[in-house]
């Protein structure tokens, strides 16, 4: 089992630029959660995905959208990039009423 | 909403001894889980140890341990005989189960960690 794998592992962008995130869940999972993790910080939740809709989300302002796959991968697009959106990306699945397993992260550096 | 606090932004401990880490964590909730993850340098986010709100006994794997106060709303770790692969951060999480069957698994609402340090 692969686990939850997350890509790229790292990236840069400049201000203002749109970045997309991947996820692919552990095998068995069908909830795919994002969150992000600024240097120093506990993750913040950005939004939570299952049966392809966003069914929660967090204190994230519209310019960050997620989708979820008929395979139950997901994404994170982020637009109009901000220095302060440089953070690791975590991703987490899981069962809908289990725990969550999570990915290494993307770490985002926006300059 | 529910908040999540850990007091103590690092901890140091000596091989092979005992340490606490605290964590309070505030809600109006009565159904809910706590956990314990732990977060090395690799970057995963590793699940130490869960509690379910609801069981009065303390939850244990191996050398980890929890004392889960719920009155008092604190939910703190104990790790004995520690070793050195045990630094790490370690952040005290809280899962709500209101709702879980229409919504699906709720989010995780995180303390702002505590870095522990191992000393040979």
């Known amino acids: 089992d692969a686990g939850v794998t997350q890509s790229p592992t790292h990236l840069i962008k400049t201000r203002g630029q749109q970045v997309t995130l991947r996820c692919s869940p552990k095998?068995?999972?069908?909830?795919v959660s994002w969150y992000q993790q600024a240097l120093g910080q506990g993750p913040q939740f950005i939004f939570q995905y299952y049966e392809e809709e966003e069914r929660q989300r967090g204190n994230f302002p519209d310019r960050f959208s997620g989708h979820q796959f008929p395979n139950y991968s997901s994404e994170l697009n982020v637009n109009a990039l901000l220095l302060g959106d440089s953070a690791l990306y975590l991703c987490a699945s899981s069962r809908r009423t289990g725990e969550a397993f999570f990915g290494q992260g993307t770490r985002l550096t926006v300059v | 909403a529910q908040t999540v606090t850990q007091s103590q932004p690092e901890m140091s401990v000596q091989e092979a001894e005992t340490v606490t880490l605290s964590c309070t964590y505030d809600?109006?909730?009565?159904?809910?889980?706590l956990f314990w993850y732990k977060q090395p340098p690799s970057r995963q986010m590793i699940l130490v140890i869960r509690q379910e709100a609801y069981k009065q006994q303390n939850a244990t794997e191996n050398r980890f341990s929890v004392n889960f106060q719920k009155a008092a709303k604190s939910f703190s770790l104990k790790i004995s005989d520690s070793q050195l692969g045990d630094a790490a951060m370690y952040f005290c999480?809280?899962?709500?189960?209101?709702?879980?069957?229409?919504?699906?698994?709720?989010?995780?609402?995180f303390g702002q960690g505590t870095r522990l340090t191992i000393n040979p």
């Open positions: 095998s068995g999972h069908d909830t």
């Open positions: 999480a809280y899962r709500s189960e209101a709702g879980i069957i229409i919504q699906g698994a709720q989010k995780l609402v």
């Open positions: 809600t109006s909730e009565s159904d809910y889980y």
